[in-house]
């Protein structure tokens, strides 16, 4: 494997590609144009610089590291000569559809297409492609280069091969691949992430505790917890006669809301979507945002660090 291409060169984008460089292979990444290239640059640097401050990378590492990173605004030289395809644009299933019927134009059948969609199922994605079989998800997670899981995705026409070598291309990346079997929408971890989110806006909505409380009984409980233990390995250590016990009376009681909950619908119409807006649950300025994503970084790095101990990129049982 010698070129991987990305197409979109936004949040996941450059962390896709940072990955791909990481691990000396060459990240080739289309920007819509050249002031996304200066942007997706800076944000690229920002992030190698810490892992040079962390001890992840020696500088002389970084810098080479930075010359497999080749930026272009056109389509064409990105896909050229191209082993792999991973797509990051938006999460809008037409300019995903359009974005592969262009790209099929400019390579050949074989080359397998996989896009970072967060939860659109595999089959609607593909349906009007030539060569739906070459056509996979990829769903890493943000930071790309931080978070060891990619949840692999088949669609009902995708085939063994593309499987196979979308599997050896995140073994090369060294990343935790976990095959979804079934096209759900979002996948395996937006499915549990969205119900704890639905749960603790009802929580909120009713009263029951304020938002720091709410989030503070994440962080500080299960949230400790759980990269150690999975749900199911966590209602095993608890006992299967206590889950069940508490499941009787609780699961009734949960939030079973099928839509996204009306205060939400007002932050929308309010233009308040969290950091990116300054305003969402909580009140962000930027000194916080910066604070509260270092502290993040540097415990993803920590989490890095632990699993390179016990030898990284293998499913363990
Ligand atoms: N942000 C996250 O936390 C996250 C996590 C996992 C998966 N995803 C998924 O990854 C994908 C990309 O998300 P993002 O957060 O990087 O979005 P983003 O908005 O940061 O970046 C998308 C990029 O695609 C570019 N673009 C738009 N139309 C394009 C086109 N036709 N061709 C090429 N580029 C085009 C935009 O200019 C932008 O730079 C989405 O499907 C999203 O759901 C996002």
């Excluded at 792999?84 to 397998?112: C, D, M, Q, S, W």
């Excluded at 609780?250 to 939400?264: E, G, H, I, S, V």
């Excluded at 119409?269 to 930027?286: A, C, D, P, V």
Aim: with cysteine; glycine share 6%.
């Amino acid at each position: 494997m010698n070129k991987i291409s990305i197409i979109g060169a936004g949040t996941m984008g450059h962390s896709i590609a940072l990955t791909v460089a990481w691990r000396h292979l060459s990240a080739h990444i289309y920007a819509v144009d050249e002031k996304e290239v200066e942007r997706a640059t800076g944000s690229l640097r920002k992030k190698v610089n810490t892992l040079v401050q962390y001890g992840l990378l020696t500088g002389e590492e970084s810098t080479q590291l930075l010359q497999r990173v080749r930026f272009t605004t056109s389509l064409v030289d990105c896909l050229k000569g191209t082993e792999f395809i991973i797509e990051a644009v938006p999460e809008n299933l037409g300019i995903k559809k359009e974005l592969y019927r262009l790209v099929e134009t400019l390579i050949p059948p074989h080359v397998p297409i996989a896009s970072n969609t967060s939860g659109i199922p595999t089959s609607p994605l593909s349906s009007e492609m030539l060569y739906p079989e070459r056509f996979i998800i990829t769903h890493f997670w943000n930071p790309a280069h931080l978070i060891p899981l990619v949840e692999v995705v088949p669609g009902k026409a995708t085939s063994e091969e593309t499987v196979k070598q979308t599997m050896e291309v995140l073994a090369l990346l060294d990343k935790k691949a976990v095959l979804v079997k079934k096209e759900v929408p979002g996948f395996i971890g937006n499915r549990l992430q969205f119900a704890l989110l639905r749960e603790a806006q009802y929580l909120l909505r009713e009263g029951v505790a304020s938002k720091e409380d709410i989030d503070l009984a994440v962080t500080h409980s299960i949230g400790r917890r759980l990269p150690v233990t999975g749900p199911l390995m966590s209602a095993d250590f608890t006992g299967l006669d206590v889950a069940y016990a508490i499941s009787e009376y609780l699961y009734k009681d949960l939030c079973n809301d099928t839509k996204p909950a009306a205060d939400m619908t007002q932050f929308l119409e309010k233009n308040q979507l969290g950091i990116k807006s300054g305003q969402g649950f909580y009140l962000w300025h930027e000194e916080d945002i910066d604070e509260i994503d270092k502290r993040r970084e540097q415990l993803l790095i920590e989490f890095l660090k632990l699993d390179a101990q016990k030898g990284s990129g293998k499913h363990e049982g």
